[in-house]
Nanobody, 115 residues
Framework: QVQLVESGGGLVQPGGSLRLSCLAS????????MGWYRQAPGNQRELVAR???????NYADSVKGRFTISSDNAKNTVYLQMNSLKPEDTAVYYC?????????WGQGTQVTVSS
């Protein structure tokens, strides 16, 4: 099993920045993929950004050029740097890990972009 704990959400004005963190209970070297998803009220959960093997990343079109996913392997932590935030980025953000062919989720952290 993998436990994931997110932090870093909050309220920010449009155009602002936030950095989300996801601490994993296992070495992220052992985890196949890690990523961030989000779910806004009334919407399905959607992929935001994902770290694949070999340092490959992929992003939702709506966040390309604004969000960056990265990892600190020594800290078993994955980050999501979010810049130029927009009101439509408002959602609960979830960390995801795919380990041994199973998906694991964190509890979620609320991001609200509003003036």
């Amino acid at each position: 099993q993998v436990q994931l704990v997110e932090s870093g959400g909050g309220l920010v004005q449009p155009g602002g920045s936030l950095r989300l963190s996801c601490l994993a209970s296992k070495s992220i070297f052992s985890i196949t993929t890690m990523g961030w998803y989000r779910q806004a009220p009334g919407n399905q959960r959607e992929l935001v950004a994902r770290l694949l093997g070999g340092g490959i990343t992929n992003y939702a079109d709506s966040v390309k050029g604004r969000f960056t996913i990265s990892s600190d392997n020594a800290k078993n932590t994955v980050y999501l740097q979010m810049n130029s935030l927009k009101p439509e980025d408002t959602a609960v953000y979830y960390c995801n890990a795919n380990y041994m062919y199973k998906d694991y989720w964190g509890q979620g952290t609320q991001v609200t972009v509003s003036s």
